[in-house]
């Protein structure tokens, strides 16, 4: 990927289990952000935490930052079967240009 | 809520010819639209900043005379890929960036088959 990288590659959980994804960049940011991507489909913004944010929830998600550690993770409670789909992380790699720079993804897949 | 049109959603074309993507902000102005290539099960790779009335910045390792970028209006820029070839196969998606406020918006994607 351009910046980082996304772990796990592949989450398979049940309905009402939480699920957890991780993702490692690479330079200073001003903000991060996580994307869903539901096969074949464009993306979809889900949240944005700025680089002077620690945590920030948004209905059933929440993202956490450490830019000491440059890693972000974002938690999905009480996840449903149309939560299934590619979860991307991306950074501005420090830049206002306006350019985003994407991990390589989790593929979350929700049985029901 | 904001709005991006891309079209067409997929296309075949045969080796050698040349294919145009469009990407409209239907419902606000976009001086910076951007362009991304994303191979199956792979991550968005940013390819070029296409900016109104200006050159498009293309990213590292990009052909720009492959990938004609025009971004003629606030509201509508157009990827070209040029002479295509099978290994151009990908889905190419767009984003636009509002010239008021922050955030960005993206495009359904079309997905470019060379055979």
């Known amino acids: 990927s351009q910046q980082g990288e996304e772990d796990p590659q592949a989450l398979s959980i049940q309905e009402g289990e939480n699920a957890t994804m991780n993702c490692s960049y690479k330079?200073?940011?001003?903000?991060l952000q996580w994307y869903r991507q539901n096969s074949g489909r464009g993306l979809v913004h889900l949240i944005l935490i700025r680089s002077n944010e620690r945590e920030k929830h948004s209905g059933r998600l929440r993202v956490t930052l450490d830019t000491s550690k440059k890693s972000s993770s974002l938690l999905i409670t009480a996840s449903r079967a149309a939560d299934t789909a590619s979860y991307f992380c991306a950074t501005d790699a420090g830049s206002t240009l306006g350019r985003l720079y994407f991990g390589r993804g989790t593929q979350l897949t929700v049985w029901p | 809520g904001a709005v991006v049109s891309q079209h067409p959603s997929r296309v075949i074309c045969k080796s050698g010819t040349s294919v145009k993507i469009e990407c409209r902000s239907l419902?606000?102005?976009?001086?910076?639209m951007f362009w991304y290539r994303q191979f199956p099960k792979q991550s968005l790779m940013l390819m070029a900043t296409?900016?109104?009335?200006?050159?498009?910045?293309?990213e590292q390792g990009v052909e720009k005379d492959k990938f004609l970028i025009n971004h003629a209006s606030l509201t509508l820029s157009t990827l070209t890929v040029t002479s295509a070839h099978p290994e151009d196969s990908s889905f190419y998606i767009c984003s636009a960036r509002p010239a008021a406020g922050y955030g960005y918006t993206f495009g359904s994607g079309t997905r470019l088959t060379v055979v």
């Open positions: 296409s900016n109104e009335g200006s050159k498009a910045t293309y």
């Open positions: 419902d606000f102005q976009a001086t910076t």
């Open positions: 330079t200073s940011i001003n903000n």
